[in-house]
């Protein structure tokens, strides 16, 4: 309950309202301005810098094709180089064999060709014959024959003992055949010549062949 005696007092009050308005001159908007220039260059510096470019030989760069860091070939030019063929002159005979010069289809050579006729009762001794077979000392007794017969290897008719005999002495350069000096048509098998003896030391000029045959 209220109390009776108590009194209500109300006031009214009034408050004025003060507008406030904010003047902008020409000078604020000058420096608003030179404000915003500031800003926009300060973000400009602020923005982050391109990537660089990976090196051009990584393989792990997503943003470029093969194509792009694929290296240029390097063009490499080789110089030529000269030979030159020195030639030596040895006044010293070599003790290296030099190898007989073979015509072409003749798989004989002249020496082997002779150890054949001297085993051969054909030829032996009617038209080459044993001198000394320890000492490989040997006679052709008919070179006109001898001539023929190495003519049918060469298969040249028309073959002469005396080109025969500048066939053999490419022999003489391998030591395989020498001359025995003094006696005509007289030849000696050399020390780099092998294989060359009688098939029967005792009987070389196979002298018992023909008794058989006879």
């Known amino acids: 309950m209220s109390d009776p005696n108590s009194l209500d007092v109300s006031y009214n009050v009034t408050v004025p309202v003060i507008k406030v308005e904010e003047i ?4 604020t908007v000058k420096e608003d301005t030179e404000d915003e220039d500031e800003i926009s260059v300060d973000e400009h510096l602020l923005q982050p810098s391109k990537r660089r470019h ?3 030989y990584s393989s792990t760069d997503d943003t470029e094709s093969d194509e792009e860091w694929a290296p240029t070939p390097v063009k490499c030019f080789r110089k030529k180089q000269t030979s030159t063929r020195r030639i030596s002159v040895s006044k010293t005979p070599s003790l290296r064999p030099v190898p007989q010069r073979r015509s072409p289809g003749r798989k004989l050579k002249i020496t082997q060709w002779i150890v054949e006729l001297l085993r051969d009762p054909k030829y032996n001794p009617k038209v080459i014959t ?3 077979e320890k000492r490989g000392v040997f006679l052709i007794k008919d070179t006109v024959a001898y001539a023929k017969l ?3 290897i060469k298969q040249n008719t028309s073959m002469t003992y005396e080109k025969l005999s500048r066939a053999m002495r ?3 350069k391998n030591d395989e ?4 000096p003094e006696q005509r048509l007289t030849y000696k098998f050399g020390p780099n010549m092998v294989n060359f003896r009688a098939e029967d030391p005792e009987d070389p000029n196979l002298k018992l062949v023909h008794r058989k045959l006879s």
Do not use: C, P
């Open 54 to 56: 990976q090196r051009k």
């Open 150 to 152: 190495w003519g049918k």
């Open 130 to 132: 044993w001198v000394d």
């Open 24 to 27: 902008v001159t020409d000078e």
């Open 177 to 180: 055949l020498r001359m025995v």
């Open 170 to 172: 490419y022999s003489y």
